[in-house]
């Protein structure tokens, strides 16, 4: 089951509003491209179920008029493994209403370039990931997540907990990550436990090469 490219390319729709009463996407699989360049403006989604959902890839892409979204206090997407390009582009973007994602742990997930280029975020407060405990014996790329995001001033890194149950198998992309956050001011890092730390390529666990490049 999916909702692939829905509202896909409807630059008149500025607002969707669902019925709670009507709304079932638990056995939804993909929202790949859901609101790709829509107009929509603000969307809630607070009503959704997102267990099933692998694929969030696309989901808000060059959505260029939304400002926020709101998802459940727990998103508990426990089957997601990409959320690449998310709301890339998405230029009036100030809250993308996400607290905990809840993923789970043994699963790999792509958070590649998923807030590239919204250049009107200015803060991102997602407190958590991860739920559960698991051995973190996958690979997580957050390989330009916040490339462009020109206007971000304030990020708390402990969305990326990974401390628990760490086997040494886990590898992390960190590349470009901030790169041309040209207006970053404080970053929060108090709970990355990653042990053999290297940058650039040679079979290191962690890869940060140039993550803060031209900020």
């Known amino acids: 089951t999916s ?6 390319q409807t630059p008149k729709l500025t607002t969707v509003n669902f019925n709670p009463a009507l709304v079932n996407t638990g056995a939804v699989t993909s929202m790949y491209g859901m609101f790709e ?27 260029s008029k939304l400002v926020t979204s709101k998802f459940p206090d727990n998103m508990a997407a426990a089957s997601a493994t ?13 809250d993308p209403g996400i607290k905990v ?3 789970h742990p043994n ?16 803060e991102f407060n997602v407190e958590s990931i991860i739920a559960g405990a698991g ?16 206007k971000l001033r ?9 401390t628990r149950g760490y086997n040494g198998n886990k590898v992390f992309y960190f590349s470009y990550m901030f790169r041309n956050c040209t207006s970053l001011q404080q970053i929060v890092i108090t709970e990355w436990a990653l042990p ?19 900020d």
């Open 101 to 103: 994602m809840g993923l």
């Open 135 to 150: 051995n973190y014996s996958k690979t997580y790329h957050f390989d330009e997540m916040f490339d462009g995001c020109s």
């Open 37 to 63: 360049e829509s107009g929509v403006e603000s969307v809630d989604l607070s009503m959704f179920s997102f267990s099933k959902v692998v694929s969030f890839e696309r989901m808000f892409f060059q959505a």
């Open 154 to 162: 304030y990020l708390d890194t402990r969305f990326i907990t990974i």
């Open 82 to 94: 990409t959320m690449t390009d998310m709301f890339r582009n998405c230029s009036n973007l100030k």
């Open 3 to 8: 909702v692939v490219r829905m509202f896909y």
């Open 107 to 122: 699963v790999a997930v792509n958070f590649y370039r998923m807030f590239d280029s919204c250049i009107s975020l200015e």
């Open 196 to 214: 053999n730390a290297q940058s650039g390529a040679g079979g290191g666990q962690v890869f940060t090469d140039r993550m803060f490049y031209n």
